[in-house]
């Protein structure tokens, strides 16, 4: 991936009439696109019962995705934040309905309606602050918080991200955890720097009782990466399911940090070859009162 | 904009604590034939707020759905399911806004599709 969209423009700007109708007629990109989001309905394992949910499609774009979960029956609403890819989709009758919205601001949906979530490639373009106004931090907490919110218990919500740095997948995986999401990062084919996929599995509390089917398999990660057998070299899995940590009270005790504290960092320092002040009798010591 | 949609949809302006049910403005209305599929629906009907659901649907001018929230054991007849069906998959608005209650804020609707992006002050 030598060109990231994401570093060019502001995404309502950048996927303008010309981009959009190039991405969406694209041979190419159609194929990737289904290809990603049956993937992502296979990890949403929903229950196999026929009955079709309510999706939500998030960074929707042009229907590619939705078309895959109209295919398997699905109701499914869109959000996007670039009129010129929904305009596309009213062309291709994209069977879902529309909305013209920014993922950071919130989603603004009822508590505890949607059976699921998808996103193919859209999350990362949160990390970008596009506008003065745009604080990554709180665009990602504002969409992950409001998503939690309007998950039904147990749903899933699974997103195929393209997260730049480590850092960047970091901040994205930190946000879902303190929304109150557990789950991780499934990685599809990663020895291949070429079909290398990201998918962010996530879960909102416990599988919920209204969904009406034995639900044993899906509670873990491992049982859904399992099922995969022909094509995967290797599935990694990373969970972190621990939701109720106490972070404040981890940090620092009353005292500070204390003197061996700081000839430690001191240390760490001159091993990265930074200039540092030598120890003596007066490092980490207090200043007086009145001073 | 089915109105299946306009009952999950609220309005997130800061500060509005009740953002539900966005009110409706009409200009135009269509309607769509879909599948009609009874599984969903009565997945669905656990999930709606009907009284949104009646209200919106009377006023895009459809008046068939009994006005207090029917037993759970409606859902079996058949007849209202049509109608259920009707009122959340087929009507859509397409062209006209949708109000936020609290603020009178509007959200216009064209083509089907509600701008719902906020301004910079209503974050």
Same mark, same amino acid.
């Given at each position: 991936m030598s060109s990231r969209p994401e570093l060019k423009a502001p995404p309502e700007i950048f996927y303008d009439d010309v981009e959009a109708r190039k991405y969406t007629y694209s041979s190419r990109i159609i194929e990737i696109q289904a290809k990603l989001s049956e993937r992502a309905l296979e990890l949403l394992a929903l229950p196999n019962d026929g009955v079709p949910r309510l999706l939500l499609d998030i960074g929707c774009g042009s229907g590619l995705s939705g078309e895959t979960l109209s295919e398997n029956g699905h109701q499914w609403i869109g959000l996007d934040i670039s009129l010129s890819m929904l305009d596309i989709a009213l062309e291709r009758e994209a069977e879902g309905d529309l909305l013209l919205k920014d993922m950071g601001q919130g989603l603004g949906l009822r508590s505890g309606v949607i059976d699921g979530a998808i996103s193919i490639s859209a999350v990362q373009w949160l990390c970008n602050a596009d506008k003065s106004s745009h604080e990554p931090r709180l665009r990602l907490k504002a969409f992950f918080g409001s998503l939690y919110r309007c998950l039904a218990?147990?749903?899933?919500?699974?997103?195929?991200?393209? !997260?730049?740095? @480590? &850092?960047?997948?970091?901040?994205?995986?930190?946000? %879902?955890?303190? &929304?109150?999401? %557990?789950?991780?990062?499934?990685?599809?084919?990663?020895?291949?720097?070429?079909?290398?996929?990201?998918?962010?599995?996530? #879960?909102?509390?416990?599988?919920?009782?209204? #969904?009406?089917?034995?639900?044993?398999?899906?509670?873990?990660?491992? =049982?859904? =990466?399992?099922?995969?057998?022909?094509?995967?070299?290797?599935?990694?899995?990373?969970?972190? &399911?621990? $939701?109720?940590? !106490?972070?404040?009270?981890?940090?620092? #005790?009353k005292k500070g940090k204390g003197r061996e504290w700081v000839l430690k960092k001191k240390e760490?320092?001159?091993?990265?070859?930074? %200039?540092?002040? @030598?120890? #003596?009798?007066?490092?980490?010591?207090? $200043?007086? %009162?009145?001073? | 904009m089915k109105l299946l949609t306009h009952n999950m949809l609220s309005s997130n302006i800061k500060g509005v604590t009740n953002g539900f049910p966005l009110l409706?403005?009409?200009?135009?209305?269509?309607?769509?034939?879909?599948?009609?599929?009874?599984?969903?629906?009565?997945?669905?009907?656990?999930k709606v707020d009907w009284k949104a659901l009646v209200d919106a649907s009377r006023s895009l001018g459809y008046a068939e759905l009994p006005e207090e929230t029917p037993e759970s054991s409606a859902i079996d007849s058949d007849d209202f399911l049509r109608k259920f069906h009707h009122a959340l998959l087929e009507l859509h608005l397409e062209e006209g806004a949708l109000v936020c209650p609290e603020t009178e804020r509007k959200f216009p609707v064209t083509k089907g599709i509600p701008n719902m992006l906020l301004h910079e002050d209503e974050v």
């Open positions: 218990r147990g749903a899933r919500a699974v997103f195929q991200v393209y !997260p730049e740095s @480590l &850092a960047q997948r970091e901040l994205i995986l930190s946000s %879902a955890m303190r &929304a109150g999401f %557990a789950g991780g990062v499934v990685v599809d084919y990663p020895h291949s720097s070429k079909s290398r996929k990201e998918y962010l599995v996530l #879960t909102c509390g416990p599988p919920s009782i209204n #969904t009406e089917l034995p639900k044993a398999k899906l509670e873990d990660e491992e =049982s859904c =990466s399992d099922d995969e057998s022909s094509g995967e070299e290797e599935n990694q899995t990373v969970c972190i &399911a621990d $939701r109720h940590r !106490p972070r404040k009270k981890q940090k620092t #005790t760490q320092m001159r091993r990265k070859g930074n %200039a540092v002040p @030598l120890d #003596t009798r007066y490092t980490a010591r207090k $200043r007086k %009162a009145r001073f | 409706i403005e009409v200009e135009k209305v269509i309607e769509k034939p879909v599948d009609f599929n009874p599984d969903f629906l009565k997945n669905m009907f656990l």
